[in-house]
């Protein structure tokens, strides 16, 4: 090892049921992916949900994603360089599914949608909130 050779830097990991959890300590976030779709959290305490929980979260956003999608398009409407599939992607963020029985679907990624995401919320396979920001 040379004099200004640093050591990697270490990712905290554990796995429940097969499902490998990550802390990003440059995000400061948690992180995993299930069934193909990636969740977070941002909370210092991560309170994961069963697979029973995880199964009906990936349910609600499979069976909402028609609305969600809309609703980007429609909202992108002003703007005439923004398109929709243009590489957006969405992980989901399960902060406050514990406490308050919901979660948010992040959209963001797209080529022409710059640093913008959308946030919906979902509770009880609802959308009860949207908040568009960069």
Do not use: C
């Not at 193909?36 to 994961?48: N, R, V």
């Not at 697979?51 to 409407?77: F, H, Q, Y």
């Not at 959308?118 to 959308?127: G, L, P, Q, R, S």
Request: no cysteine; net charge negative; aromatic share 12%.
């Amino acid at each position: 090892m040379g004099l200004f050779t640093k050591k990697p830097k270490l990712t905290p990991t554990i796995t429940i049921e097969g499902i490998k959890v990550s802390y990003d300590t440059d995000q400061n976030w948690w992180e995993f992916t299930y069934r193909e779709q990636e969740f977070i959290s941002f909370s210092p305490q991560l309170d994961m949900p069963s697979l029973d929980d995880l199964n009906a979260i990936l349910s609600s956003v499979a069976t909402l994603a028609p609305e969600m999608l809309e609703r980007l398009e429609k909202g992108w409407k002003e703007w005439e360089e923004v398109k929709m599939d243009d590489g957006e992607s969405f992980s989901i963020n399960i902060e406050d599914f514990s406490r308050e029985a919901s979660f948010e679907v992040s959209w963001s990624g797209g080529a022409s949608w710059g640093d913008m995401g959308v946030d919906f919320t979902i509770k009880h396979e609802k959308i009860v909130d949207e908040s568009w920001g960069d």
